[in-house]
């Protein structure tokens, strides 16, 4: 898997200018591509070049919308896939290789229905990424509370979002949570083992723990800790299975609070280091 600096995720305002020699430094190997790359040439290309004077990779490419979101119209909908193919050039450009989205738990629409409408979407946004090179992942949400967020429950387990990326076609793979994983099932051993069997599929790993004194069905969806802080989940054994010479996915962390707003308040060096020591802690170096 390859290390990667997602920024939004541990909320970390740095630009990547400053941010890329202290990964290379402490032997991080991508950093997520922010937003305004693509509103910028000038920027794009100044930044590029610092990232490739570091020798990093990209991280994941930013999407234009929540596009499984049930109150995204069809005509939003279509003019976000406009603005995803305008990024998916310049990112193939830039060597940006991975993306994906979430798929919410739950929806305004009946089950059945609400599935092929899913299918229909994922089609098109998962097809017009791999037309630049662009591999794509549909990530479950597993918290109980996101399941009555709308009037009908909808998928929130891997074999959810796998029915939906199989029945649009198979482009599309899995952004594997490890937080999520444990919230939706208690952290089911036949998911770890199926993901294991299936690299190819995996196109992102979010790595962070549970928050202790809560069952699983208890747990919330924005507060959680950073990967092996409680112990709860055992991240270092997902690492371990998924960590494979031929596995091409981006490995990151996710912990939402408390740990971003410490993060936001380091220094680039101090972000940097911290979330290398946390990718340290995680492959038990």
């Not at 549909?138 to 009555?148: I, K, Q, V, W």
């Not at 690492?239 to 936001?264: D, R, V, W, Y």
């Amino acid at each position: 898997m390859i290390k990667s600096l997602e920024t939004s995720m541990l909320g970390i305002a740095h630009d990547p200018r400053d941010l890329a020699p202290y990964c290379k430094k402490y032997g991080i190997e991508a950093i997520g591509a922010p937003a305004a790359l693509f509103s910028d040439e000038k920027l794009a290309a100044e930044t590029a070049a610092v990232m490739q004077e570091n020798g990093l990779k990209w991280g994941l490419l930013p999407m234009p919308a929540d596009f499984y979101f049930w109150d995204l119209s069809d005509e939003a909908f279509d003019a976000a896939i406009v603005e995803l193919e305008r990024r998916a050039v310049i990112g193939e450009k830039l060597g940006i290789r991975h993306a994906y989205n979430h798929v919410w738990s739950s929806g305004t629409r009946p089950f059945d229905e609400n599935f092929e409408w899913h299918v229909k979407r994922v089609r098109k946004v998962a097809h017009t990424l791999a037309e630049h090179g662009i591999h794509y992942g549909l990530e479950f949400l597993g918290p109980h509370e996101l399941r009555t967020f709308a009037p009908h429950p909808f998928v929130h387990s891997l074999s959810g979002v796998l029915a939906i990326a199989d029945a649009a076609g198979g482009e599309a793979g899995i952004a594997f949570d490890a937080y999520h994983w444990f919230c939706s099932n208690n952290a089911d051993a036949g998911d770890m083992l199926w993901m294991q069997t299936h690299l190819d599929r995996l196109v992102a790993f979010h790595m962070n723990d549970a928050v202790p004194g809560l069952p699983y069905s208890e747990q919330k969806d924005m507060v959680r800790r950073l990967p092996m802080d409680s112990g709860i989940i055992n991240t270092r054994e997902l690492f371990a299975c998924f960590n494979k010479p031929e596995n091409t996915a981006l490995c990151m962390i996710e912990p939402f609070q408390p740990a971003c707003s410490h993060f936001g308040t380091l220094s680039p060096e101090e972000a940097v280091r911290e979330a290398a020591e946390v990718f340290a802690r995680v492959e038990n170096k």
